[in-house]
């Protein structure tokens, strides 16, 4: 089983998909009970996925964001914790000037990955 086209690519994608759900979910967004249906959007394609968070999102997970304390004693805590606090920074900058915020993913390690803000 090596990595051949046929059995590396599920493997990535479901790591992809377990990568994005674990992202969101430290910032503190709650996919499931989103309000209203557009205020998440998730948009899924070989090689890459993006979710987009309006306004609102977008300042709840800004101003909401928390990781349970639980996990800060350990090395991956630390990790989590400084990397959710990064990310809440500027999302709260985003929020301040009225942008919406979209997740960047990608397994090819040339594209741009990451958190960026648009306007909407």
Excluded at 87 to 95: K, V
């Amino acid at each position: 089983m090596g990595l051949t086209r046929k059995g590396f690519g599920p493997r990535v994608k479901q790591g992809l998909v377990s990568l994005l759900l674990v992202t969101t979910m430290s910032v503190g967004v709650n996919l499931a009970t989103a309000a209203p249906a557009e205020a998440v959007s998730v948009n899924c394609g070989w090689p890459r996925c993006t979710i987009y968070l309006n306004k609102e999102e977008t300042r709840r997970a800004a101003y909401d964001a928390s990781i349970p304390p639980a996990i800060w004693p350990t090395v991956w805590g630390g990790l989590a914790y400084g990397l959710v606090m990064g990310h809440r920074w500027y999302m709260i900058q985003y929020a301040n000037r009225g942008m919406c915020t979209q997740f960047n993913l990608s397994a090819a390690p040339w594209e741009t990955q990451g958190l960026k803000a648009y306007y909407c």
